[in-house]
């Protein structure tokens, strides 16, 4: 199946909504470096193009068949490399989560309009917990 193809079956099947992941590491790379961090400190946190689909978790080509589906798009919103930080999670209640995150969906809107209101996101990191407790993550209601 051709890309067009496979647009035409999901929204035939009443998807409307999929991953939007285009264009995702040079905003990222940009919002990062307003952040502080250096290219050399953020670079190695993108993967190379074999693995780029897993670091990405799905791309998505064809915008403007997916408009013409009707097809909403989930953009990407903002991650963090664990060296740059070195916390489990930034809360959403700091205000740097909401600067980041303004900064990426603004650069987000520059570049491909006003395409969605959907933001993917997992601000949580699974691997060593700074506070050394495993119920750091439980202090945070989400609605």
């Known amino acids: 199946m051709t890309g067009n193809s496979n647009l035409t079956v999901a929204a035939l099947w009443s998807v409307n909504l999929i991953l939007a992941w ?4 040079k905003i990222l790379l940009d919002t990062l470096q ?12 993108f993967s190379g193009p074999a693995f780029q689909a897993w670091n990405r978790l799905g791309n998505t080509q064809g915008e403007s068949r997916s408009a013409a589906c009707d097809l909403g798009e ?5 991650a963090l490399p664990a060296e740059s ?17 303004m900064n990426v ?4 809107m520059q570049t491909f309009g006003n395409a969605t209101h959907v933001y993917a996101l997992d601000q949580f990191k699974e691997d060593n ?6 119920n750091t993550c439980g202090n945070y209601r989400f609605i």
């Open 85 to 101: 930080h070195r916390s489990v999670l930034l809360s959403p209640l700091d205000d740097t989560f909401s600067e980041l995150q």
């Open 34 to 45: 307003d952040s502080g961090l250096t290219e050399q400190e953020i670079l190695p946190f």
């Open 105 to 108: 969906i603004s650069r987000q």
């Open 74 to 78: 989930c953009l990407t919103a903002v």
């Open 129 to 134: 917990l700074a506070s050394g407790t495993r």
């Open 22 to 25: 285009v264009g995702y590491e």
